[in-house]
C-alpha cells in the first residue's frame, strides 16, 4: 500500500518562507507525477505545482516566481519551497502522486492527508 506523508506545515508570517516535504513510502509504485494542491476555507481544491520524473514542472500563476518544486526520485520525496508567502497562500496543502502499480501498468492516484500552512499578515 502507497502513503503520501507530508511534512514542514505551520505558521509564518507574511514576507516569510516555508518548505513543504511529501515522502512516498511503499513499493511497486512508479510515480510518474507528484505534486502540491492546496485548498483555502470555503474554496475549491487547486493545483499549485506539479513535477514530472523528467523533470517538467507546471506552476499555478498566483505562485510562480515565489514557489518552487522539486523532487528527490530516489529518496521518492517532492518538496515545494514557498518564499514571499502571502496572506492569500493560507490553506491545506497536500501532496499528490499520479502514476503506475508495477508490474501491472494500473492507473493510480494517491493523496497525502494535508499540511496546513497559515499566513499572518
Known amino acids: 500500500q502507497v502513503q503520501l506523508v507530508e511534512s514542514g506545515g505551520g505558521l509564518v508570517q507574511a514576507g516569510g518562507s516555508l518548505t513543504l516535504s511529501c515522502a512516498a513510502s511503499?513499493?511497486?509504485?512508479?510515480?510518474?507525477?507528484m505534486g502540491w494542491y492546496r485548498q483555502a476555507p470555503e474554496k475549491q481544491r487547486e493545483l499549485v505545482a506539479t513535477?514530472?520524473?523528467?523533470?517538467?514542472?507546471n506552476y499555478a500563476d498566483s505562485v510562480k516566481g515565489r514557489f518552487t518544486i522539486s523532487r528527490d526520485n530516489t529518496k521518492k520525496t517532492v518538496y515545494l519551497q514557498m518564499n514571499s508567502l502571502k496572506s492569500d497562500d493560507t490553506a491545506v496543502y497536500y501532496c499528490?502522486?499520479?502514476?503506475?502499480?508495477?508490474?501491472?501498468?494500473?492507473?493510480?492516484?494517491?493523496w497525502g492527508q494535508g499540511t496546513l500552512v497559515t499566513v499572518s499578515s
Open positions: 511503499g513499493s511497486g509504485v512508479r510515480f510518474d507525477t
Open positions: 499528490n502522486g499520479v502514476g503506475v502499480v508495477i508490474p501491472t501498468y494500473r492507473y493510480l492516484e494517491a
Open positions: 513535477m514530472t520524473n523528467g523533470g517538467v514542472t
